[in-house]
């Protein structure tokens, strides 16, 4: 019943599944994107294939070409295709044409090397009168020979040779002829690792381009993500205490599987469900569990993350929700945290309501036929009662389930439920009515982690779970981490401190002892305070605390609140008791600023102790965001109480002085005390100070 979700993927893990939700991720991330970057997707995941296919094809073709290459038989003889080294290679004078025109040949060589795609590097080797001339024709002479090649005289003797085939000594030789033609090489040779750069930077733009739109995609459902019925653990019958709530998603579910019916009966708004109530109370698991049962994929994303500091972010990554969740037509979008969503609109700024606007867009009652049939649930801490909400977004909910803490029968099922889930670690025959009692106002959350935590204290103790342990961990959950260390060695601060505690402690047993008669069982199990400590609180920096349950009367009497401040004022009053007015402190703070807001309360808002019954605190914003002071017959009637009921708390505490002294030592020797050992040396006290008067009394009777 906590109010985090804890699904954890339990659906199958097959490769055909992981497949199906990595295609179905794709297309939410591409149902999301704008025009551009769907048009860039679509035409590199074209390219890629098709690039693929192209490549392949000139694989296989060339390799088709070098079989038949070898396969073919040369007309002239194998020497036909070699070059000869036996004839002395010597640099051509003019150019290669003009020497072709003016000079018998005997046999034209072309050593060429492929440079890239289309283009490569030639030398022309002309075999005349017992010499070959070596040349390195332009671009120019380069189209020119190629073209008289076809019909020159000369063209039955032309051989192309690639470089790659030369021999150890022929290589020798083009190594000096490109030393010398290194400066009169054509342009193709540039154009040639221009291309092949072009090349590798048309590659890397492809590859950075799938990088980013893989980043993208990564991001994106970290934050939006669906999650399968099949991937929500556990079911609805494990959220124990909470039937009239589970009814009302009952409600939830009938109507969305039977919405036909329901549209004959004139029902057709659209499943905006909002859920209202404390954190801790299941908001989130029973959002998780309808969709499981309605076998549905629901989205949770967190409100307070709609804002990305961006102008319209919230609103753009709405949209984008909305875009997600019409793919699939039948859905649930779950949005968490969503009370800043709900405060009334109408901010400084035109771009302060965006968000709120498009929600109040998406959550709209207008729909067309083919629209999706999603279920948007937005849940808050607050309701209407709690906060001041924006009365559009209210109207766009009929359905509003509000969530609650749980009652005291409610507590004992969850703490049982959870304790059943390590039974074989319990001991058994607990006795829970305390540890329910402790946690008088606290969540199924709060529940859940001290039973978790007297778990890990049972671990580490190398024992089983019992009462004991199950109090230290409601006491390491609600009151927080404690230690001695720091009041050890400050013996005066100790002193203020129990002195101040049984302050608090003495006005309120004093109570007890008047409505029960001094029953002393009945004010053992009707006491709120359940431990007095002189450990030290980091959590609040309190040197010393009372560890108390709640009360569970929710009407109070004008006498219930007088009880609460003057148990408020006595840990004060005993300080000035023992120490003077000078010796007072300032760990009186947090009691004064309660005892302010009782009174305020009593007077201000609920008119006692004046004629009039009338609300003032109603009075302290007036709707445009300003305040008003307190009236100065609300602040006089409130200090006269204030100074009666301290006078009263401090006549009582001077007739309890010794007991005081008394208690202060044995609580600083024990460092602390529960209620049964209070009580037990409380009632040691009156017992040896009834047998003292009483010896005290039969010795003035033998004397006189």
């Avoid at 690639?162 to 000594?169: D, N, Q, V």
């Avoid at 205490?241 to 009302?248: L, R, S, Y």
């Avoid at 109603?618 to 009666?644: F, H, K, P, V």
Wanted: hydrophobic share 45%.
């Amino acid at each position: 019943m906590s109010d985090e979700s804890n699904s954890r993927p339990a659906g199958p893990t097959s490769p055909w599944h992981r497949l199906r939700k990595s295609a179905g991720r794709l297309q939410d991330w591409f149902a999301i994107q704008s025009s551009l970057i769907k048009f860039l997707v679509v035409a590199i995941a074209l390219l890629i294939p098709l690039s693929g296919i192209y490549s392949l094809m000139l694989v296989q073709k060339r390799a088709v070409l070098a079989d038949e290459v070898k396969a073919m038989a040369v007309a002239g003889g194998a020497g036909v295709w070699t070059f000869d080294e036996s004839v002395p290679v010597v640099l051509g004078s003019g150019s290669v044409l003009g020497f072709l025109d003016a000079n018998p040949v005997e046999r034209v060589t072309v050593i060429y090397e492929p440079l890239m795609w289309n283009l490569s590097e030639r030398i022309i080797l002309v075999q005349s009168q017992g010499q070959q001339h070596a040349y390195y024709p332009s671009d120019l002479e380069t189209k020119i020979f190629a073209d008289r090649a076809v019909s020159a005289p000369w063209s039955a003797r032309l051989a192309f040779i690639p470089r790659a085939e030369l021999g150890e000594g022929a290589l020798k030789v083009f190594e000096r002829l490109d030393q010398r033609f290194a400066n009169g090489r054509p342009r193709s040779a540039d154009d040639g690792w221009r291309s092949a750069a072009s090349g590798v930077l048309s590659g890397a733009l492809m590859l950075g381009l799938l990088a980013f739109l893989f980043l993208q995609l990564r991001g994106q459902f970290k934050s939006l993500k669906f999650i399968e019925p099949g991937q929500v653990s556990g079911t609805i019958d494990e959220l124990v205490g909470m039937d009239d709530i589970k009814a009302e998603v009952a409600q939830i579910k009938d109507q969305y599987e039977r919405r036909a019916l329901y549209a004959e009966y004139g029902i057709r708004k659209p499943f905006n469900v909002m859920f209202s109530g404390p954190a801790g109370t299941g908001k989130t698991k029973l959002a998780s569990y309808l969709a499981k049962e309605l076998k549905l994929p629901i989205l949770f994303h967190s409100a307070a993350n709609l804002e990305t500091g961006f102008v319209a972010g919230g609103a753009n990554t709405l949209n984008r929700i909305v875009s997600m969740a019409k793919r699939r037509k039948r859905c649930i979008v779950f949005l968490d945290e969503a009370q800043d969503l709900f405060m009334k609109r109408g901010g400084r700024r035109k771009f302060d309501d965006d968000t709120a606007n498009t929600l109040l867009a998406v959550l709209d009652g207008v729909r067309s036929k083919d629209e999706a049939e999603i279920i948007w649930i937005v849940a808050s801490n607050f309701n209407s009662q709690t906060m001041q909400m924006d009365e559009a977004m209210l109207r766009r909910f009929q359905m509003k389930v509000d969530f609650r803490l749980p009652n005291r029968e409610e507590r004992l099922a969850i703490i049982e439920h959870y304790l059943a889930q390590r039974a074989d670690k319990v001991l058994p025959g607990l006795d829970l009515s305390h540890l329910v009692g402790v946690t008088e106002g606290r969540s199924p959350a709060d529940l859940e982690t001290i039973v978790n935590q007297a778990g890990i204290t049972a671990v580490q103790a190398g024992e089983m779970i019992g009462a004991d342990t199950l109090m230290q961990a409601a006491e390491r959950v609600l009151v927080g981490n404690v230690n001695s260390n720091t009041t050890d060695e400050r013996e005066r601060d100790r002193r203020i401190i129990a002195v101040h505690e049984w302050g608090h402690f003495l006005v309120d047993l004093q109570r007890e002892r008047e409505v029960t008669n001094d029953d002393w069982d009945r004010i053992l199990a009707d006491m709120k305070t359940i431990k007095i400590s002189l450990k030290a609180i980091p959590r609040s920096n309190a040197l010393g605390f009372v560890f108390h349950k709640q009360g569970t009367n929710l009407l109070k009497t004008k006498g219930d609140i007088e009880h609460d401040v003057r148990v408020l004022l006595g840990g004060m009053a005993n300080e000035e008791l023992f120490f003077g007015e000078d010796g007072t402190t300032n760990g009186a703070h947090n009691d004064i600023t309660r005892v302010t807001q009782l009174l305020h309360h009593a007077v201000g808002e609920m008119g006692m102790y004046r004629k009039t019954r009338l609300n003032f605190g109603a009075l302290t914003n007036d709707g445009q965001g300003g305040s008003r002071a307190l009236d100065e017959e609300t602040r006089s009637i409130m200090e006269a109480q204030s100074e009666r009921l301290y006078g009263e708390t401090k006549a009582l505490l001077v007739e309890l002085k010794p007991l005081t002294e008394f208690l202060a030592d044995k609580l600083l020797e024990a460092g602390e005390m529960n209620l049964d050992e209070a009580l037990a040396q409380i009632r040691r006290f009156e017992e040896a100070r009834a047998a003292a008067v009483a010896g005290k009394g039969t010795r003035l009777s033998a004397a006189g």
